[in-house]
């Protein structure tokens, strides 16, 4: 075939259609392909928590010592807490604690090289454990809820309180005898018979005292958070299983846990920059094991596994589950203050029970306790005041809002009951599991 009658026909049979002419079209109409940006990490609201200046402790001989009392008895009062030189003070305090903990194990902290104001502070917790073995709980059946023998116990304890701080030294006794109110109250409510992260800051608290009072300086704080906290949590597991202290406004699992949260505060700081440990080990049984006695933030998951009825961190607290896919224990640290400052001290049910003095000042403007809240009406929050609960005002017209909770029985005792009925060891399976 000639050139030209092959180019013909191959121009005939490749000449484009009108179908070919559309589709032509179509295409020039679709967008032009654009490569993706790389989608950023969602940021947290809330900004990073950093550690206010600790102030230095006053001037004894011009303070006036008072009988701590409850000064936030409205959202009113809370907001003004939130503005005020006491709330700093506290914040920088927790977190100057928290910060004497970072990257350090409890047993780097030598007990017998302690100054004599931290073996007294042993020793007083020592003695209020001792307390726990003169009142035994009473027989109450197979109740899982709190033992009036607590308040037997309370009043021994409240008894023996000036001789306690006796033994500190130093300040003068009206000054030693505002302190102790902090302490008495870091042991639970005598009224409700439950403890949760108020009773457990109030121990904070009375350790502020003593720093305002110039008995502890910023040098003691690593024994302070290795030595002495955790040995307030272990005699505070003792009262707990002894005498069924129930939750005090407990999420349930939906919680850090039912009674603390300032050692997984300090336990996070601890492992900080940990070569090897990670926020994923906490389902690691034997790393729980070899490292709870060194790390408080294992020494709690431990403790919680070992009282809960079903195995598994995702089941009984989802939200350590969550924490533990975290990428750091930086992350975790920062969470954990972030949490402390939105869900402690910025939650007025569990900043009702803050006591203020002279050392931990209110500003003016808050309430008093004594005053009779004119609105305050509906039998149950009258029957709430008559049981040691301050009268105040409830959002939205609640007439027993979370502020004033529900009796929840503690899931320590429920462990103790197994125990006792031979079950201890024995998991129920999670149903669909």
């Known amino acids: 075939m000639p050139l030209e009658a092959l180019t013909n026909t191959l121009a005939i049979n490749f000449a484009p259609t009108a179908a070919d002419n559309t589709s032509l079209r179509l295409s020039k109409a679709l967008p032009a392909l654009v490569p993706r940006k790389r989608r950023t990490a969602p940021q947290n609201p809330l900004p990073a928590q950093g550690t206010p200046t600790l102030s230095l402790p006053p001037n004894i001989d011009s303070i006036s010592f008072l009988e701590p009392s409850r000064r936030l008895l409205s959202h009113r009062d809370h907001g003004l807490f939130l503005k005020s030189p006491c709330y700093s003070l506290v914040l920088a305090f927790v977190f100057s604690l928290s910060e004497a903990c970072a990257n350090t194990k409890i047993s780097a902290i030598p007990l017998h090289s302690q100054p004599p104001i931290i073996q007294n502070i042993l020793t007083i917790l020592s003695s209020i454990s001792t307390q726990v073995e003169r009142n035994p709980p009473k027989d109450q059946g197979a109740s899982r809820f709190g033992n009036s023998a607590f308040r037997d116990f309370f009043d021994a304890v409240s008894a023996c309180l000036g001789q306690y701080h006796a033994g500190l030294g130093g300040p003068p006794p009206e000054a030693m005898l505002e302190a102790s109110s902090y302490l008495q109250h870091s042991l639970g409510s005598r009224a409700r018979i439950d403890y949760g992260s108020g009773h457990e800051l109030n121990f904070i608290l009375w350790l502020l005292c003593l720093n305002r009072l110039s008995l502890l300086s910023p040098s003691t704080f690593?024994?302070?958070?290795?030595?002495?906290?955790?040995?307030?949590?272990?005699?505070l597991r003792k009262i707990q299983s002894t005498y069924y202290l129930e939750p005090a406004g407990s999420h349930g699992v939906w919680g850090l846990d039912d009674y603390h949260f300032l050692p997984?505060?300090?336990?996070?700081?601890?492992?900080?920059?940990?070569?090897?440990?990670?926020?994923?080990?906490?389902?690691?049984?034997?790393?729980?094991?070899?490292?709870?006695?060194?790390?408080?933030?294992?020494?709690?998951?431990?403790?919680?596994?070992?009282?809960?009825?079903?195995?598994?961190?995702?089941?009984?607290?989802?939200?350590?589950?969550?924490?533990?896919?975290?990428?750091?224990w930086e992350k975790v640290e920062q969470g954990m203050r972030r949490m402390?400052?939105?869900?402690?001290?910025?939650?007025?049910?569990?900043?009702?029970?803050?006591?203020?003095?002279?050392?931990?000042?209110?500003?003016?403007?808050?309430?008093?306790?004594?005053?009779?809240?004119?609105?305050?009406?509906?039998?149950?929050?009258?029957?709430?005041?008559?049981?040691?609960?301050?009268?105040?005002?409830?959002k939205d017209d609640d007439a027993w809002g979370d502020c004033c909770g529900i009796k929840i029985p503690s899931t320590i005792a429920a462990a103790q009951e197994a125990k006792k009925s031979g079950y201890g060891e024995i998991f129920r399976r999670v149903p669909f599991d």
């Not at 690593?222 to 005699?235: E, M, S, W």
């Not at 940990?274 to 094991?289: A, G, Q």
């Not at 569990?350 to 500003?363: C, D, E, K």
């Not at 008093?368 to 149950?380: C, D, F, P």
């Open 340 to 394: 402390f400052v939105k869900e402690v001290l910025g939650k007025l049910p569990v900043m009702q029970h803050f006591l203020f003095g002279s050392l931990i000042p209110a500003v003016d403007g808050m309430g008093l306790e004594e005053q009779q809240v004119e609105n305050a009406q509906g039998s149950e929050a009258q029957s709430a005041a008559d049981i040691g609960v301050v009268k105040h005002v409830h």
């Open 264 to 328: 997984f505060l300090f336990g996070a700081s601890q492992l900080l920059n940990h070569p090897y440990i990670r926020p994923l080990s906490v389902h690691n049984e034997i790393i729980l094991e070899e490292e709870g006695d060194e790390y408080m933030y294992f020494d709690m998951v431990r403790w919680t596994m070992a009282t809960k009825s079903v195995k598994g961190l995702k089941w009984t607290q989802p939200m350590l589950d969550d924490i533990s896919g975290a990428r750091s």
């Open 222 to 235: 690593p024994a302070l958070g290795l030595l002495v906290f955790p040995r307030y949590i272990h005699l």
